[in-house]
């Protein structure tokens, strides 16, 4: 059992950046794969970043490509995203998710464990 807590959210002007943390608690983190997910009002929760379970690789959505940056610390259970150059269209809650696998995955069906999330709000 994994339980995830996102923090780091808040309001910022379009063109700033935030960093959202993840704390995982629970054993064995360094075997799960985490996934960040977004999700707007109205809108299907979508893959925004991942990274496998040993941080050796990453993916990102094309939209977010170039100013997100996903990274890990396995041994403080914790993953990152650092956010970039944001818009208006960034705004909604982002969620972090965990599924104990070596693969990298994009889908949010495959995960297991998501957190609550934080709010982000772009403003322009």
């Known amino acids: 059992q994994v339980q995830l807590e996102e923090s780091g959210g808040g309001l910022v002007q379009a063109g700033g950046s935030l960093s959202l943390s993840c704390a995982a608690s629970?054993?064995?983190?360094?075997?799960?794969?985490m996934g960040w997910f977004r999700q707007a009002p109205g809108k299907e929760r979508e893959f925004v970043a991942g990274?496998?379970?040993?941080?050796?690789?990453?993916k990102y959505a094309d939209f977010v490509k170039g100013r997100f940056t996903i990274s890990r610390n396995n041994a403080q259970n914790t993953v990152y995203l650092q956010m970039n150059s944001l818009r208006p269209e960034d705004t909604a809650v982002y969620h972090c998710?965990?599924?104990?696998?070596?693969?990298?995955?994009?889908?949010?069906?495959?995960?297991?464990?998501w957190g609550l999330g934080t709010q982000v709000t772009v403003s322009s």
């Open positions: 629970g054993r064995s983190y360094s075997s799960y794969a």
């Open positions: 998710a965990a599924r104990r696998t070596n693969l990298l995955l994009t889908t949010p069906a495959l995960y297991d464990y």
């Open positions: 990274i496998s379970s040993n941080a050796g690789s990453t």
